[in-house]
């Protein structure tokens, strides 16, 4: 009977992260809907192979490499095995869900981080120089920071974050701060768009080609949300454990809810407005905010949390266009920005298990490496083969210099 019990907790478990994953797999498709609605017509082909190519490129590197870095393991063939068995049979101690699973869960969430990358460098970057750099993101760059953070290894062997009161339940800052980390190096090294800045240095507006899409994409990367936050309870198989996926579904829902409603509300204040696209980054800064923490807060504790993040993300966007940061999707300010501000936020509702002082610390970390080792692999490729696109690429669209095809071929000439 104790057999069976078990047998029925772990394919329940299973099941609930297999589900969890393909949630989260899905927003792949709201980050390339977002961006594609963010960006200029002439652009959107390229950024659509961008999205498509980088989670393919996410899925093969983690699994070649990436995961044992991460997680341990000698070699490729170790960690084959290591990922294919039942978990069941032989272990002194089996898993109470299928290692492959596990794997799977946390390959699409590498490729939520490169997707950070590709809305901040849009327009104007390289696609062959953004999909090597990729190659070395997924495969190195994000998973010794999460060596150190999920995976419980000292950083360079000097300090454990864990044991200096750092915690991120799903990944304010393992994920989306590491993302923006290397997407504002990404920006910096590549300069903003032509046209961005009158000669006095004030930005000008680009709209986007399609904010219906942009909308649907927001929908799609909230909906998948719940995978991201819900799956990280890891088990849904006990009461409590059911409980607990039940408490971050609300909360996570709650907090997008909270940050889309303050972010429209600042913007109406500042422009006399409602800014639509204010208001998309307002709802997913308020899932940023919230994803650091999502299983202790209140129902009113993660609204309010989504709405700092709302309210941060405006001025944060209006900050980093004065500075000279292009970021044509706001991805620095939604992840990374907001991703500070959810890791900063879990002592108030987690104390046990966190402080304000390792939560700095692990973010420093986290940006300091990320940002650091991203420069070099930018640079790196800067010198083989260039980042940027020539000025007349830029201008007639990177659509037919780097794809050869245009999204929309009706409506151009």
């Known amino acids: 009977m104790e057999n069976q019990i078990f047998q029925l907790s772990y394919a329940l478990d299973t099941f609930y992260f297999l589900v969890c994953g393909a949630l989260v797999m899905w927003m792949a498709a709201g980050f390339a809907m977002l961006e594609a609605g963010l960006v200029r017509s002439k652009n959107t082909t ?12 996410s899925c093969t590197m983690y699994m070649v490499v990436g995961y044992s870095i991460m ?14 068995g039942d978990g069941v049979t032989g272990a002194e101690e089996p898993a109470t869900y299928a290692p492959s699973a596990d794997f799977f869960f946390q390959v699409v969430f590498v490729a939520t981080a490169m997707s950070i990358v590709s809305g901040a460098v849009a327009e104007r970057m390289k696609l062959w120089a953004f999909l ?3 190659v070395v993101m997924t495969a190195f760059i994000y998973p010794m920071q999460g060596s150190w953070t999920w995976g419980g290894e000292k950083v360079f062997g000097l300090y454990s974050l864990g044991d200096n009161g750092f915690s991120d339940f799903a990944g304010s800052g393992i994920v989306h701060m590491a993302g923006a980390a290397a997407a504002l190096s990404g920006v910096l090294f590549l300069g903003p768009r032509a046209g961005k800045y009158a000669a006095d240095g004030s930005p000008r507006a680009i709209p986007g080609a399609n904010l219906p899409l942009a909308t649907l994409g927001t929908f799609i990367l909230w909906m998948g949300w719940f995978g991201f936050n819900g799956g990280s309870v890891l088990a849904t198989a006990t009461v409590e454990s059911a409980n607990s996926v039940a408490i971050v579904f609300m909360n996570t829902n709650a907090a997008a809810a909270g940050g889309l409603i303050a972010a429209l509300l600042v913007a109406r204040i500042l422009f ?3 800014d639509l696209t204010m208001a998309l980054n307002g709802a ?3 899932l940023v905010a919230i994803t650091a923490e999502p299983s202790t807060p209140t129902p009113a504790l993660a609204t309010l949390f989504g709405a700092l993040g709302g309210t941060l993300v405006v001025f944060a966007i209006l900050t980093l266009d004065k500075l000279k940061i292009d970021d044509p999707v706001g991805a620095i300010s939604v992840h990374g920005v907001v991703g500070l501000l959810g890791l900063i936020l879990v002592p108030i509702t987690n104390g046990d298990n966190s402080s304000f002082s390792g ?9 300091i490496w990320v940002f650091a080792a991203s420069s070099i692999v930018w640079i790196a490729i800067k010198a083989i083969i260039g980042l940027r696109v020539s000025e007349d690429e830029e201008f007639e669209g ?5 794809c050869g095809m245009e999204a929309y071929p009706e409506f151009t000439k």
């Open 272 to 274: 006399g407005k409602a």
């Open 132 to 134: 090597a750099f990729a």
């Open 46 to 57: 390229e950024i659509l192979t961008k999205n498509v190519a980088l989670y393919a490129i």
């Open 398 to 402: 990177v659509d037919m210099a780097e």
């Open 359 to 367: 939560q700095l610390l692990g973010a420093a970390t986290i940006f």
């Open 284 to 286: 997913l800064a308020g």
């Open 71 to 84: 997680y341990g393991g000698d070699d490729f063939v170790t960690f084959l095995s290591g990922i294919t």
